[in-house]
C-alpha cells in the first residue's frame, strides 16, 4: 500500500512542480532582508524547536524529502525528493528504502553520502555521540529501530510497526541531514549543510548573515546572493521598518490580522497572508511541582480559564481548539462542538468558576489561604507577556494569586525542560499536522519537550494504536477522542490556536507562505528579487 502511495506521491509532485513554477523569468542577485522577534538559542535545528530557528536555517540544510515549497499546503500528497532521488516500502511496509543522490557536496566541500544519513538517525535516537545539549525531536522516531546502509547510496529505515507518518516526519523542516564529521557543537554556531545558502556569521542578539551556495546541487539555484536576518525585539520597530523598506518581508510574528490592515493602508501593494500555524497559547502546568501534583488544582485552573478573551486579545489570530490544529487549518483537530465537552472550554463561565472554587476549597485553599506562585513567561513578544497576564488575573477567581516573571527565552526554555517552575505560559508550536509529531512529542513521558511533566501509559498505547492505524477516517476517531482525554487530564492546558499573518514587498518572487503551519517553507531556494 505505502509502495503505491510513493508511486503516486512522485508523479504527482512533479506535476505540481511543473505547474506552479513561475511563468517570468527569475533575476538572479540582490539579498534579502528579514527581520527575527529573537535570539535563536542556536542554529542546530535537530536542538531546537522555535521559528526563530527554524526561518534562517533551514536554508542551510537539506532533507531526505521535504514538502513541495510551491504548494500551500504541507501534506503527505506533497511531498517531492530532495536528497532522495527515490524510496519505496516493503511488503509488511515496515522497511523504507531510499536511493540517494549521487554528486551532492557540503558546504566544506566533503561529499554526502550514505553514512551521513546513518549518522543523523543514529544521533537523533541516541546510538552515536553527538555533543548535543538536547535532542528535541527524539520521540518522532520511536518506533524506528535502526537504519541501514548499503553502498554510498542506498539508505533503509527499519521500523518496529507500520507507521504511515513516517515519511512525513523526514519532510518535516526538523529533519535535515547533518554532516557526519562535523562535531554538534560546530552545528550550534556555524553549520555545515548542503543546502542553497551558507552561514557566514551568526552573532547573537544581532544578525545572521547567509551567502549563496555556488556549489549547489540543485542547477541555477539559489536566485539570491544571500539573506541577512536583523534580531529585533521590538514588534512596532520591525512594522516600521518594514513599512519603511528597510525590510523585504515581515517575517513571522510582526503583524497580525488587525495590523496587516494598517500595513497595507500605508503600503498598497503589498503582499500580505494569513495561515494557520500549528502554535497553541498554553498555560503550562508542572505536573511534579509540590501543590499542582494535585488534581483537583490542575482541573480548578482549566476551568478557571476564559478561553474567549484570550481568543479576542489575538486581535483576529486566535481561534478555539484543543491539541490538534483545529479546522479549517488543521485535519485532525476537535470541532466547536466536540470543544464543548471539555472542562473550561463551555460558555458559562460563572458556574466553571464555581466548580473550580470548589475543587480549590477541597485542595485546602480559599479566601483566607490563597495558593501563591510564579508565573513565568519569554520576555520577547507583547502576546506571550498578554497570555500570562491575562491567565494570572483569570487564576484570582479561584483563589490562585502569582506574579508574573518575564524571562529570557533561552533562559525560559531551560526552566520549563528541567521543570524549573509551577506555572508558564507559552506558545507550543508542532512541525507539521500530524498527530503522531503533536502526541509524542508533547506527552510522551519521557520526551523532552512535555513540559508539563504529564505521563500516562495508558494514554501512551492509545499513541501508538492510532500511529499505526492505516485507515484515515478511523484514525481521526481515535485522534479525536485522545484530544479530548488529554484535555481532560490537563496535560496541556490550551487557550486558543493562532494564526499567523506575514506580509512582503510585491518585488519579492517566488514565495509561498504554507496555510498548515509555520515550519515548513523557509528553504527560500526559489525566491528572487525583481528589483
Known amino acids: 500500500m505505502f509502495a503505491n502511495l510513493t508511486v503516486k506521491i512522485l508523479i504527482l509532485t512533479s506535476i505540481i512542480f511543473i505547474s506552479t513554477s513561475p511563468a517570468i523569468a527569475q533575476k538572479n542577485g540582490g539579498t534579502l532582508r528579514i527581520p527575527l522577534r529573537e535570539n535563536p538559542s542556536s542554529a542546530s535545528l535537530h536542538e531546537e524547536s522555535s521559528?526563530?530557528?527554524?526561518?534562517?536555517?533551514?536554508?542551510?540544510?537539506?532533507?531526505?524529502?521535504?514538502?513541495?515549497?510551491?504548494?500551500?499546503?504541507?501534506?503527505?500528497?506533497?511531498?517531492?525528493?530532495?536528497?532522495?532521488?527515490?524510496?519505496?516500502?516493503?511488503?509488511?511496509?515496515?522497511?523504507?528504502?531510499?536511493?540517494?543522490?549521487?554528486?551532492?557536496?557540503?558546504?566544506?566541500?566533503?561529499?554526502?553520502?550514505?553514512?551521513?544519513?546513518?549518522?543523523?538517525?543514529?544521533?537523533?535516537?541516541?546510538?552515536?555521540?553527538?555533543?548535543?545539549?538536547?535532542?528535541?525531536?527524539?520521540?518522532?522516531?520511536?518506533?524506528?529501530?535502526?537504519?541501514?546502509?548499503?553502498?554510498?547510496?542506498?539508505?533503509?529505515?527499519?521500523?518496529?510497526?507500520?507507521?504511515?507518518?513516517?515519511?512525513?516526519?523526514?519532510?518535516?523542516?526538523?529533519?535535515?541531514?547533518?554532516?557526519?564529521?562535523?562535531?554538534?557543537?560546530?552545528?550550534?554556531?556555524?553549520?555545515?549543510?548542503?543546502?542553497?545558502?551558507?552561514?557566514?556569521?551568526?552573532?547573537?542578539?544581532?544578525?545572521?548573515?547567509?551567502?549563496?551556495n555556488t556549489d549547489y546541487w540543485k542547477p541555477g539555484k539559489p536566485y539570491l546572493d544571500g539573506i541577512v536576518y536583523r534580531i529585533m525585539p521590538s514588534t512596532s520597530t520591525r512594522v516600521l521598518s518594514f513599512i519603511a523598506g528597510e525590510f523585504d518581508m515581515t517575517g513571522t510574528s510582526t503583524v497580525t490580522p488587525h495590523s496587516v490592515k494598517e500595513v497595507q493602508e500605508q503600503l498598497p501593494k503589498a503582499i500580505c497572508s494569513t495561515t494557520g500555524t500549528m502554535v497553541t497559547g498554553v498555560v503550562l502546568i508542572n505536573h511534579k511541582a509540590a501543590l499542582f501534583d494535585n488534581p483537583k488544582v490542575r482541573k480548578a485552573i482549566t476551568l478557571a480559564l476564559d478561553r474567549n478573551v484570550f481568543v479576542t486579545a489575538q486581535q483576529g489570530g486566535g481561534?478555539?481548539?484543543?491539541?490538534?490544529?483545529?479546522?479549517?487549518?488543521?485535519?485532525?483537530?476537535?470541532?466547536?462542538?466536540?470543544?464543548?465537552?471539555?472542562?473550561?472550554?463551555?460558555?458559562?463561565?460563572?458556574?466553571?468558576?464555581?466548580?473550580?472554587?470548589?475543587?480549590?476549597?477541597?485542595a485546602g485553599f480559599g479566601p483566607n489561604k490563597k495558593l501563591k506562585t510564579n508565573f513565568i513567561v519569554r520576555s520577547s513578544a507583547p502576546n506571550f507577556l498578554m497570555g500570562a497576564t491575562l491567565a494570572a488575573d483569570q487564576l484570582r477567581s479561584i483563589y490562585i494569586e502569582s506574579d508574573v516573571e518575564q524571562k529570557e527565552y533561552t533562559i525560559f526554555t531551560g526552566?520549563?525542560?528541567?521543570?524549573?517552575?509551577?506555572?508558564?505560559?507559552?506558545?507550543?508550536?508542532?512541525?507539521?499536522?500530524?498527530?503522531?509529531?503533536?502526541?509524542?512529542e508533547n506527552f510522551k513521558c519521557e520526551s523532552i519537550r512535555n513540559y508539563n511533566k504529564y505521563c500516562n501509559r495508558e494514554i501512551e498505547a492509545k499513541f501508538d494504536e492510532q500511529s499505526t492505524t492505516l485507515d484515515t477516517a478511523k484514525r481521526k476517531q481515535l485522534v479525536n477522542s485522545i484530544d479530548l482525554i488529554l484535555q481532560q487530564d490537563t496535560a496541556r492546558v490550551a487557550v486558543y490556536h493562532s494564526t499567523s499573518s506575514a506580509c512582503w514587498h510585491p518585488y519579492v518572487k517566488g514565495y509561498l507562505r504554507s496555510i498548515n503551519g509555520i515550519y515548513t517553507h523557509h528553504r527560500l531556494e526559489d525566491v528572487w528579487l525583481d528589483k
Open 319 to 362: 481561534r478555539l481548539g484543543g491539541v490538534m490544529m483545529s479546522p479549517p487549518y488543521g485535519n485532525w483537530g476537535l470541532s466547536l462542538s466536540q470543544l464543548e465537552k471539555v472542562p473550561g472550554f463551555g460558555k458559562n463561565i460563572d458556574q466553571n468558576r464555581a466548580e473550580a472554587r470548589k475543587l480549590m476549597e477541597e
Open 51 to 212: 521559528i526563530t530557528a527554524i526561518q534562517p536555517f533551514m536554508a542551510v540544510f537539506n532533507n531526505l524529502v521535504i514538502y513541495n515549497q510551491h504548494d500551500e499546503m504541507a501534506k503527505p500528497e506533497t511531498i517531492k525528493p530532495d536528497l532522495a532521488t527515490e524510496w519505496f516500502w516493503s511488503s509488511d511496509n515496515k522497511t523504507l528504502t531510499m536511493k540517494l543522490r549521487q554528486g551532492v557536496k557540503w558546504h566544506d566541500g566533503k561529499p554526502f553520502t550514505s553514512a551521513d544519513v546513518q549518522c543523523t538517525w543514529d544521533m537523533i535516537l541516541e546510538k552515536r555521540v553527538s555533543n548535543w545539549r538536547k535532542n528535541s525531536h527524539k520521540e518522532w522516531y520511536s518506533n524506528l529501530k535502526e537504519i541501514n546502509v548499503n553502498g554510498l547510496h542506498e539508505v533503509r529505515f527499519v521500523l518496529a510497526r507500520p507507521q504511515p507518518s513516517f515519511l512525513s516526519f523526514l519532510a518535516s523542516g526538523w529533519s535535515p541531514v547533518y554532516p557526519c564529521h562535523v562535531d554538534g557543537r560546530v552545528m550550534r554556531q556555524k553549520p555545515i549543510g548542503t543546502g542553497p545558502f551558507k552561514v557566514v556569521d551568526f552573532k547573537p542578539n544581532d544578525s545572521i548573515r547567509l551567502i549563496k
Open 415 to 440: 526552566a520549563i525542560i528541567k521543570g524549573a517552575y509551577t506555572l508558564a505560559f507559552e506558545t507550543s508550536g508542532s512541525a507539521i499536522d500530524d498527530p503522531d509529531v503533536v502526541l509524542y
